[in-house]
């Protein structure tokens, strides 16, 4: 008997993670449409077609709502970034290909969480996600030297790549982006990392 009641209660959870999803999807739209800043109840309630009652019973807070939709895009990087490290393939090809993303068909979700990113430094809510990426590609760049100073490197310059491309100041081509990224980890490590 107590076998039976729970099918009702897995069927309902299910339907409250999708619910979820559907809310932090509804998120990141308005946050590409309007920006972070124009992220309120009423605005991802209006984008996800349900009332805002709705939102805040799964997102009491605001923040609680912007936190979700960080995590929401930290976690598609981070499960991409790992996929990376993992893979047994050229790391900082495959990092560039990820960066060169930012202009295509990844462009939103970098807009959003570079747009998230920043608001984190006003919220600290967010702060402890926003540094993620970072983290990410400080992990992937220690695969490929133990030198502190070039994973700092790596990671700044995979990160302003990320902001030059999506201000349309830096070509989205990976070829040009991985030149900069073998450029930021130093001459020994370009010479192993290019081909011929």
């Known amino acids: 008997m107590h076998h039976a009641e729970s099918e009702p209660v897995d069927g309902r959870r299910a339907r409250g993670q999708k619910r979820r999803a559907e809310i932090i999807e509804a998120t990141l739209a308005v946050v590409t449409r309007d920006g972070a ?6 605005t991802v309630a209006r984008q996800a077609g ?9 997102f ?5 709502l912007l936190v979700a939709a960080l995590a929401s895009v930290a976690d598609g990087y981070t499960a991409r970034i790992r996929h990376i490290i993992d893979d047994p393939g050229d790391k900082l090809r495959g990092l560039a290909q990820l960066i060169g993303e930012s202009a295509g068909a990844g462009r939103e979700r970098a ?55 999506l201000l349309d100041n830096a070509p989205a081509d990976p070829d040009y982006v991985h ?13 192993a990392a290019s081909p011929g």
């Open 50 to 58: 349900i009332t805002t009652s709705l939102t805040t019973y799964y």
């Open 179 to 191: 030149r900069v990224l073998a450029q930021a980890l130093g001459d020994r490590l370009d010479r």
């Open 37 to 42: 800043a124009g992220v309120t109840h009423r």
């Open 111 to 165: 807009l959003a969480e570079r747009e998230l990113a920043t608001m984190a430094a006003r919220r600290p809510a967010l702060q402890s996600l926003a540094r993620r990426w970072r983290e990410n590609v400080a992990d992937l760049a220690a695969t490929l030297t133990d030198d502190p100073a070039a994973i700092a490197a790596l990671v700044a310059a995979a990160d302003g790549l990320c902001t030059a491309i």
């Open 60 to 64: 009491a807070t605001l923040d609680d």
